[in-house]
C-alpha cells in the first residue's frame, strides 16, 4: 500500500478478524455473515456500528484490493471465508498484533486499559510489555500508532492507531470545563447498547400485538 489510511468500516473489518481469530478459532476464517455480526457487536467495540451486507462486501473489495486480508474457499463449500493477513503486510504478529487490534476495535486507550480488555486475545505479562509492542508499533514508517498528550484530569496518556486518523481531544488551559472525561466512550456504548435493547423489545412487542389482532 502507498498509504495506510482506511475507512472505518475497514478498520473495523481488520479489528473483528484479529479478535476472532484468537477469540474462536475454530470458526475462523469468518464468513460474510460472520463478520457483519462480529462488526456489529454492542460490547467491545467504540463506537458501535451497524453495518450492512453492502458495507461489509464493498469493505472486503477494497481489503483484498490492498491485500489486507485472502479470501478462502473451502473445499465443498460455496460460501467464501476471509482472513486477516497483516502479520505479511505489516510484518506485525502477537503482542504487537493484539494491541493494534484493541485499539482498531475500541479506541484511544491507556497501556494499562489494554492489558485489562486484552483478555484471550493476548496475554500480556505486565504494563511494561503492552508499551513495548505499542513503541514497536509507533516506530514503524509510517507508523501504525501514536501516543497523544496526556489530558488535564488523565492519569495516564492514551493511545490510537492512525490507519483513520482522528483529532486528539483539546485540552483548556482556562480551567476543567474543557476536560475529557476519560469514561466517556464506555458510558456512551453502555447506553447505545441500552437503547439497541429497548428499541429490540419495541419490535418483539409490536410483533406479539400484530399476532394477536
Known amino acids: 500500500m502507498d498509504t495506510l489510511t482506511l475507512e472505518p468500516h475497514a478498520v473495523r473489518v481488520l479489528g473483528a478478524l484479529i479478535e476472532k481469530q484468537a477469540l474462536t478459532p475454530d470458526s475462523y476464517p469468518l464468513t460474510l455473515n460472520a463478520l ?13 456500528m451497524q453495518l450492512n451486507e ?16 485472502n479470501e478462502r474457499l473451502p473445499a465443498g463449500s460455496r460460501v467464501a471465508k476471509y482472513e486477516q493477513r497483516l502479520n505479511y503486510a505489516w510484518n506485525i504478529d502477537g503482542a504487537r498484533l ?5 485499539l482498531m476495535l475500541r479506541g484511544a486507550q491507556t497501556a494499562a486499559e489494554l492489558r485489562t480488555r486484552a483478555g484471550r486475545l493476548y496475554n500480556f505479562s505486565s504494563v511494561d510489555e503492552v508499551e513495548n509492542a505499542l513503541n514497536a508499533l509507533a516506530d514503524k514508517y509510517p507508523p501504525l500508532v501514536e501516543k497523544l ?5 488523565e492519569r495516564e496518556a492514551r493511545w490510537v492507531h492512525t490507519l483513520h486518523p482522528v483529532s486528539a481531544p483539546a485540552s483548556n488551559a482556562g480551567g476543567n470545563n474543557g476536560s475529557t472525561d476519560p469514561s466517556l466512550p464506555e458510558r456512551i456504548s453502555a447506553l447505545e447498547a441500552t437503547v439497541a435493547s429497548l ?9 406479539g400485538s400484530g399476532e394477536a389482532s
Open 98 to 102: 493484539a494491541a493494534l487490534g484493541l
Open 199 to 207: 428499541l429490540q423489545r419495541v419490535a418483539e412487542l409490536e410483533t
Open 36 to 48: 457483519l455480526s462480529a462488526c456489529n457487536q454492542l460490547t467491545s467495540r467504540e463506537p458501535v
Open 54 to 69: 453492502a458495507d461489509i462486501s464493498s469493505t472486503l473489495d477494497s481489503l483484498l484490493a490492498a491485500k489486507l486480508i
Open 149 to 153: 498528550p496526556r489530558q488535564p484530569g
